[in-house]
T-cell receptor, first 110, second 115 residues
Framework: GQSLEQPSEVTAVEGAIVQINCTYQ??????LSWYQQHDGGAPTFLSYNGLDGLEETGRFSSFLSRSDSYGYLLLQELQMKDSASYFC???????????FGKGTRLHILP | EADIYQTPRYLVIGTGKKITLECSQT?????MYWYQQDPGMELHLIHYSYGVNSTEKGDLSSESTVSRIRTEHFPLTLESARPSHTSQYLC??????????????FGPGTRLLVL
């Protein structure tokens, strides 16, 4: 079946850099997206990779390698407000259904 | 900024009651989705729609139904609420792009408690 795997939790220090990986066992998707969700809130869109390579948006960057079935979200200059859950997601090109990973809880230490 | 709304934001209801969760978006998006999410857990797709008069079941039907009579409106109905339905329900919408969905816009969610 289709699945995306992410670490359940990651801990980093304020000001540091952290990478959240997403590996997948699926094929036939348009691209890889990343969403952020704070406790009690709704997911919000962060980035999208339609093609292999690196996409940069401010402190956040995202990478996709279809040949390696792998992507990651890179967060730089971590701030306490970055403490949240991060979800990777793909859109299947056969039915446009969105499949989400189980999410990675990012803990940031002062 | 996304213009997608959900009501009610919070609902406490007894077992066996029929409830409808409302979702509306003013962005003219063709695609809309309903997800169920327990705190700190993954998102489960319940239903989705490609456009008016189009509805599909997701991976978790959760004994609910949806309708899409108007583009902007995508209500979710639980015919008989049970304690196992206690969860957060998130509505989302996206544009129907030729190259797939890049961005989903989520509503604020409805927190449901079934006693």
């Amino acid at each position: 079946g289709q699945s995306l795997e992410q670490p359940s939790e990651v801990t980093a220090v304020e000001g540091a850099i952290v990478q959240i990986n997403c590996t997948y066992q699926t094929s036939g998707f348009y691209g890889l997206s990343w969403y952020q969700q704070h406790d009690g809130g709704a997911p919000t869109f962060l980035s999208y990779n339609g093609l292999d390579g690196l996409e940069e948006t401010g402190r956040f960057s995202s990478f996709l390698s279809r040949s390696d079935s792998y992507g990651y979200l890179l967060l730089q200059e971590l701030q306490m407000k970055d403490s949240a859950s991060y979800f990777c997601a793909v859109c299947m090109n056969r039915d446009d259904k969105i499949i989400f990973g189980k999410g990675t809880r990012l803990h940031i230490l002062p | 900024e996304a213009d997608i709304y959900q009501t009610p934001r919070y609902l406490v209801i007894g077992t066996g009651k029929k409830i409808t969760l409302e979702c509306s978006q003013t962005m003219g998006h063709d695609k809309m989705y309903w997800y169920q999410q327990d705190p700190g857990m993954e998102l489960h797709l319940i239903h989705y729609s490609y456009g008016v008069n189009s509805t599909e079941k997701g991976d978790l039907s959760s004994e609910s139904t949806v309708s899409r009579i108007r583009t902007e409106h995508f209500p979710l109905t639980l015919e008989s609420a049970r304690p196992s339905h206690t969860s957060q329900y998130l509505c989302a919408s996206s544009e129907a792009k030729g190259g797939g969905v890049e961005t989903q816009y989520f509503g604020p969610g409805t927190r449901l408690l079934v006693l």
